[in-house]
């Protein structure tokens, strides 16, 4: 059964930092890309950043230059450092776990971020 498992969200100010981490279990590291997506109240999911197998790493413009995706293939992990946070940053934040082969998509339950001004 495939599980994975958000933690590091909460209440932050503006220009400060966090990390998230994503536990995975039940999922072949080398199989799987593991991204993050956010959904702010009243919006629609959308895509943060993401990391294959290898360490190649995609980021949402929005994001690029201000956090980190890295991964940790022995513990199934992928972790996100955000820095220079902003309002707009407040999110609930979710991991997920690509099949290379499949396409299929798992996902977590998601971490509450929020950035106050």
């Known amino acids: 059964q495939v599980q994975l498992v958000e933690s590091g969200g909460g209440l932050v100010q503006a220009g400060g930092s966090l990390r998230l981490s994503c536990a995975a279990s039940?999922?072949?590291?080398?199989?799987?890309?593991m991204g993050w997506y956010r959904q702010a109240p009243g919006k629609q999911r959308e895509f943060i950043a993401a990391i294959t197998s290898g360490g190649s790493t995609n980021y949402a413009d929005s994001v690029k230059g201000r956090w980190t995706i890295s991964r940790d293939n022995g513990r199934n992990a992928v972790y996100l450092r955000m820095n220079s946070l902003k309002p707009e940053d407040t999110a609930v934040y979710y991991c997920?776990?690509?099949?290379?082969?499949?396409?299929?998509?798992?996902w977590g339950q998601g971490t509450q971020v929020t950035v106050s001004s």
């Open positions: 039940g999922i072949f590291s080398s199989r799987h890309a």
């Open positions: 997920n776990a690509r099949n290379i082969i499949t396409n299929y998509v798992y």
